[in-house]
C-alpha cells in the first residue's frame, strides 16, 4: 500500500485564506473542504497522476462593488486589460466563456 497524502491552501489573488472550498484530485479520490485558514488534504496512491480542482458555490455577486465594474469597464475598452488570469476568469460571472457588458 504505497499511499500518500495531497495537501496546500487555498488563498484569494490578495492572500485571504478561503474556508469551504471542495477540493478533488481527480475522480477517485473522493474530495475535501478546506478548513478555516484555506489548507485542505486527500489522500492518493503513489505513482499516480492527479488534477487538482477547486469550487466553491457561492453566489457570483457576492463581494463586488463599484470599484470592481470600474476595472472590467478598463479591461472592456482597452484601456487596463487583465495581465492576471484570474481576474478574468472571476469576472466571467455567468461562465459562458466571455466577458462582456450587459446593457
Do not use: C
Not at 23 to 32: F, N, Q, Y
Not at 63 to 89: C, E, K, M, V, Y
Amino acid at each position: 500500500m504505497n499511499n500518500t497524502t495531497i495537501n496546500g491552501r487555498i488563498n484569494s489573488l490578495s492572500g485571504v485564506p478561503l474556508a469551504d472550498v471542495t477540493v478533488r484530485a481527480g475522480t477517485t479520490t473522493g474530495s475535501t473542504l478546506t478548513n478555516r485558514h484555506g489548507g485542505y488534504q486527500l489522500g492518493g496512491r503513489v505513482g499516480n497522476s492527479y488534477v487538482l480542482s477547486a469550487d466553491k458555490d457561492v453566489d457570483p455577486r457576492a463581494g463586488l462593488s463599484t470599484i470592481d465594474l470600474l476595472i472590467l469597464q478598463r479591461h472592456l475598452l482597452g484601456i487596463a486589460p487583465f495581465t492576471n488570469p484570474f481576474l478574468r476568469l472571476a469576472a466571467d460571472v455567468n461562465r459562458d466563456g466571455e466577458l462582456t457588458w450587459a446593457t
